[in-house]
């Protein structure tokens, strides 16, 4: 099977940077915690859990020791919360998060209502409200009916959002009553840089692969954008959640990965891809 690889995959500077603060931390201490899962791939999860990194859902179960803050961020309350216990912070908030956390702040300071676009769910998005009063967010068009938009509005996004889905919003937001909207573009550009490498390789291939966790909002994101462009796209966490029957008929197979998949979990993908014979395999 002949196997592409996208230009541009896999982990990204904030998901490098916050992997290599933990293992530091983890040789420098004994009692490590992770807010959240660390980044949105068990693989890599569970190796550094191997290493001592243990992962809790609420500071409350916290009783000592280093509370290491994931690229997604936390809230305000949260990092108060875990000052107060008197914990030492390690903070691997990827430098693009902060960025709109700030943004958030200045804009409500200076009399927007804040409207973020993204997934209320994700703890980036979480921790973004966070840091501003009155704020608002919205998927889609369909959010929009639901709440009271204000008349200065300052609109940012997701980093992991992709540049169209920002636009179509926007243009959503366009059309209600307001009197001034600021935008300001907030999409993180590795993410922007491995959507058009993913859009651009599932054209050229017969069946397209997007390795990452099923929690990843940029993964998910990716293999949306493939999908849309070649229905042959299958998200899958690694080799082993492969059903080889999809490889029926291919002979040229693309790959690319969210900002949080380990380069080996790519290349052993490849690897077994490329050595692989449908022909030979009773399907
Ligand atoms: S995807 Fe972008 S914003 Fe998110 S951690 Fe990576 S570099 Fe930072």
């Not at 603060?21 to 915690?33: F, I």
């Not at 973004?128 to 008349?151: Q, R």
């Amino acid at each position: 099977m002949k196997v592409l690889v996208a230009e541009k995959c896999g982990f990204c500077p904030g998901v490098r940077t916050a992997i290599n603060l933990a293992q530091k931390t983890l040789e420098d201490h004994d009692d490590v915690h992770s807010l959240g899962h660390i980044i949105h791939n068990e693989d890599m999860v569970n190796q550094l859990s191997e290493a001592g990194l243990s992962t809790v859902d609420s500071i409350e179960t916290i009783k000592s020791g280093t509370v290491l803050i994931r690229s997604h961020g936390a809230t305000l309350a949260e990092l108060d919360q875990i000052r107060e216990k008197g914990l030492k912070i390690v903070d691997a908030t990827c430098v693009l998060v902060k960025r709109v956390q700030k943004i958030a702040r200045q804009l409500n300071e200076e009399g927007y209502k804040v409207v973020i676009i993204g997934d209320k769910n994700h703890p980036e998005v979480k921790a973004v409200v966070g840091f501003a009063e009155d704020v608002e967010v919205v998927a889609s068009d369909e959010d929009l009916d639901k709440i009271i938009l204000g008349k200065k509005l300052g609109v940012i996004c997701q980093t992991t959002q992709s540049p169209d889905h920002f636009a179509n919003m926007i243009a959503a937001i366009a059309r209600k009553g307001f009197s001034e909207i600021k935008i300001i573009n907030t999409l993180c550009r590795e993410t922007m840089a491995r959507q058009t490498a993913a859009v651009k390789l599932c054209r050229q291939v017969g069946v397209m692969f997007v390795l990452g966790g099923s929690h990843s909002a940029n993964t998910r994101k990716l293999a949306e954008l493939c999908k849309k462009h070649n229905p042959q796209t299958y998200h899958l966490q690694n080799w082993a959640e492969l059903d080889k029957s999809c490889l029926f008929g291919k002979t040229t197979a693309g790959v690319t990965a969210g900002a949080s998949t380990p380069d080996d979990v790519v290349s052993e993908f490849v690897r077994n891809l490329e050595s692989y014979e449908p022909a030979s395999e009773k399907l």
